[in-house]
């Protein structure tokens, strides 16, 4: 408590009635004030998306009566079409899903692994951030075509095309995690004399888990948004596959269906890692800024 806030707390004891009051309330901004229900951001994230979604299903309904159905179906159109794929097309759904889980799981372990020996060995440092930061100047495109050369198995391809465009999000965020330690818990720690396994245990790991499931969730969407392209490129099973076979024979409400999946698909991923990262980082304190 600073001097003011005692001195007002002093006079509120010894004032009238009247004066107590306006102490208290000049000594409320000094408190940090209210704390905002947890769920109220969450509630209106939610009110907004459904109203964007509402705005857009009206968009598009308006747009396909003045429009051919090749060009713009309408909303009911692609309702059907989304239900004759949901039955039909089970098996390639699971696929993208099957390819999508590897790939990124295990871009999530290198990716640590390359940003924990980024941030614990200085020798090895300078050539591990060499090897990342070009490998984030390739464009996408790039890894797509070298794997159509150098892989002839289309899950290795895939595999290979999701692994090196999403590693480096996860080693370069989990370095400056590494980077980010306060210096205070290291010198407490290094006090100990803690062996090298022990530093990584008891701080390194908690402090990085939060920077990585901020990179989970930033990379989901564009995770997803690849191994569509690498189904479509390089492969002739999965969702990219059938979105490809579906332009091929002019279906823009399967399509578009597709794309409405694959966005409800983003939305349901986005909140299963919310939810993880909660009960993960359940012990930390949530700061409000007023």
């Known amino acids: ?15 009238p009635d009247g004066e107590r009051v306006a102490a208290a309330r000049l000594a409320k901004p000094l408190t940090g004030g209210t704390v905002a229900p947890k769920n109220l951001e969450g509630r209106r994230d939610a009110f907004a998306t459904c109203v964007v979604v509402v705005l857009l299903l009206a968009a598009m309904e308006v747009t396909s009566r003045f429009v051919p159905d090749y060009i713009m179906p309408s909303p009911v159109a692609v309702w059907k079409a989304a239900c004759e794929l949901f039955f039909s097309d089970p098996y390639h759904v699971a696929v993208t899903l099957v390819r999508l889980a590897v790939a990124v799981g295990i871009a999530m372990v290198t990716g640590v692994l390359v940003g924990l020996a980024m941030g614990t060995f ?15 100047g390739i464009p996408a495109l790039s890894w797509m075509l070298i794997a ?13 095309i999701l692994l090196v465009i999403l590693l480096p999000f ?10 980010a330690l306060p210096k205070e818990l290291v010198d407490m720690m290094e006090s100990f004399r803690p062996s090298r396994w022990q ?30 392209f690498a189904e479509l490129v390089a492969s ?27 966005v409800i698909l983003n939305l349901l991923l986005q909140v299963f890692v919310n939810a993880l990262e909660k009960i993960s980082l359940k012990w930390r304190a949530e700061a409000s800024v007023r």
């Open 236 to 262: 002739a099973v999965g969702i990219g596959a059938r979105m490809n076979l579906a332009q091929s024979t002019f279906r823009i409400d399967q399509v578009l269906a597709w794309t409405f999946f694959l």
């Open 1 to 15: 408590m600073t001097e003011r806030q005692m001195s007002i707390a002093v006079d509120a004891e010894t004032a």
């Open 148 to 160: 159509v050369f150098w892989f002839k198995n289309p899950e290795a391809r895939i595999f290979f």
């Open 170 to 179: 996860y080693a370069l965020n989990v370095y400056e995690g590494v980077r």
């Open 122 to 136: 200085p020798r090895i440092r300078p050539y591990l951030k060499a090897i990342v930061v070009i490998d984030t």
């Open 199 to 228: 530093m990584l245990r008891y701080l390194i790991l908690p402090h990085i888990v939060a920077y990585i499931f901020l990179t989970t969730k930033s990379v989901i969407g564009y995770a997803i948004r690849m191994v569509i």
